[in-house]
């Protein structure tokens, strides 16, 4: 089974500490995705990585940047927390788009900022 | 551009009762359709999915049927447990795309099953 692992589950930050998300899948696919989960919102994509080194910005990208140095992982920085960040943060990977392969997301993990 | 439109619920049901769960969609192309399942406190994971016209797919008692006459992919199942509780989230995939990013996510629709 394709596995995609998120490093926290749970995290609490300070209010504009620098925070990174990491996330590491097993199945050498080349596209990552990370989105936010906020209640009444559904899933908004941040931002996605096709190729390493490969970035686009999503629908939120404010306040976030990432990065891909390898094919397997793709962190999510948020380069000074606000508690407007409070969320659900779900990672995702996929291999080439050809619209019969769905994606696999990792557990989540739920940021607190105070 | 690609949209999803489902139920927003909440859906709270009694144990064993029927499930259906409505979802349509719009794309400019040929999409495959998804239904994912997020259970309390986790992330997403796959529940059925149809690649094209007329498919069903189906995974622990859930069905979904792609119609393409009528856009929709609603999802059903015949007798639901108090652990189907969770939210459900429609999704196409729009396989024009040459890359990247090709999934559009309905609202989900949480559901509540009292024993």
């Known amino acids: 089974d394709v596995k995609v692992t998120q490093s926290s589950r749970y995290l609490v930050k300070r209010t504009g500490e620098k925070v990174f998300l990491e996330c590491v899948q097993d199945?050498?696919?080349?596209?990552m995705f990370w989105y936010r989960q906020d209640p009444g919102l559904g899933l908004r994509l941040i931002y996605f990585?096709?190729?390493?080194?490969?970035?686009e910005k999503g629908d939120i990208p404010e306040g976030y940047s990432v990065s891909r140095e390898k094919k397997e992982r793709f962190s999510l920085i948020l380069e000074s927390a606000s508690t407007n960040q409070t969320s659900m943060y779900l990672c995702?990977?996929?291999?080439?788009?050809?619209?019969?392969?769905?994606?696999?997301f990792g557990s989540g993990t739920r940021l607190t900022v105070v | 551009g690609d949209s999803v439109t489902q139920m927003e619920g909440p859906v709270t049901l009694s144990e064993e009762a029927f499930l259906t769960i409505n979802c349509t969609y719009t794309a400019t192309g040929y999409p495959s359709l998804f239904w994912y399942v997020q259970y309390p406190g986790e992330g997403l994971q796959l529940l059925l999915k149809?690649?094209?016209?007329?498919d069903k797919g189906s995974n622990k008692g859930f069905e979904a049927t792609y119609r393409k006459e009528t856009t929709s992919f609603h999802l059903e199942k015949g007798s639901v447990q108090v652990s189907d509780s969770a939210v459900y989230f429609c999704a196409l995939s729009d396989r024009a795309r040459d890359y990247g990013q090709n999934f559009v996510f309905g609202p989900g629709t949480r559901l509540s099953v009292l024993p």
């Open positions: 199945m050498d696919h080349e596209n």
């Open positions: 149809a690649t094209k016209a007329d």
């Open positions: 990585s096709y190729d390493v080194k490969m970035k």
């Open positions: 995702a990977s996929s291999p080439p788009p050809g619209g019969n392969y769905g994606y696999t």
